[in-house]
């Protein structure tokens, strides 16, 4: 599986580099330490789904098949790829929070640490989603808007609740802690939908 994920990631390889300067770009413009924790990871997860699309124009998913690969490796190399994309993501967001620190006073370095593994898990939910509508709905316009809206509806409830959930209890690692939980639940329902959708498509 892991070879499955570095194809993925050696394909991708220059459109993580230019989605994460415009990722850093975005970040300094709007000036918006929630934004700088997510937007990196967000924007390099939709990269998981890209590599599906990919994978379909060149019939690999065929190719790797007759090799004795099975679907829900394929599946799962998705969702792992997407995780690696989210880690990734949120490493740069931890980056681009810590210089913005220095040029806007953000805060202190520890509540940025604490704040940024909401990137990852946002990140991961929004992967996880749009790989599972891309197997539900296939490859077409449709379907791009439909993951697009999806993820809008997703990213803003996760956000909206993380600030209503923090407000509340006064503690973003509670929030966190309970955001992972939700993700957990997400991720592998999202899994079980793509199994089962990728084993009924005819290759």
Do not use: H
Not at 3 to 17: A, E, Y
Not at 33 to 48: D, G, Q
Not at 166 to 176: H, M, P, R, S
Not at 190 to 202: E, H, K, N, T, W
């Amino acid at each position: 599986m892991m070879t499955l994920v570095r194809k993925d990631l050696i394909l991708i390889k220059s459109s993580i580099v230019s989605l994460s300067i415009f990722a850093a770009v975005l970040c300094f413009l709007l000036k918006v330490p929630l934004i700088t924790y997510i937007l990196p990871a967000v924007l390099l997860v939709s990269l998981a789904s890209a590599s599906i699309r990919w994978d379909e124009q060149c019939n690999w998913d065929r190719y790797i098949m007759s090799i004795g690969v099975d679907r829900n490796t394929i599946v799962r190399s998705k969702f792992v790829t997407g995780a690696i994309l989210a880690l990734i993501g949120t490493a740069i967001g931890l980056v681009i929070s810590i210089s913005m620190s220095y040029v806007y006073d953000f805060g202190d370095v520890a509540s940025m640490v604490t704040a940024c593994p909401l990137g990852f898990i946002i990140g991961i939910i929004v992967s996880s989603v749009s790989v599972t509508v891309y197997y539900v709905t296939g490859n077409s316009v449709k379907t791009q808007y439909i993951s697009v809206v999806a993820n809008i509806v997703v990213i803003s409830a996760l956000i909206t609740l993380s600030m209503i959930a923090a407000e509340a209890f006064g503690d973003l690692t509670l929030v966190v802690l309970a955001l992972a939980a939700v993700a957990v639940v997400i991720v592998y329902t999202c899994y079980l939908v793509s199994c089962r959708r990728f084993a009924g498509i005819d290759l």
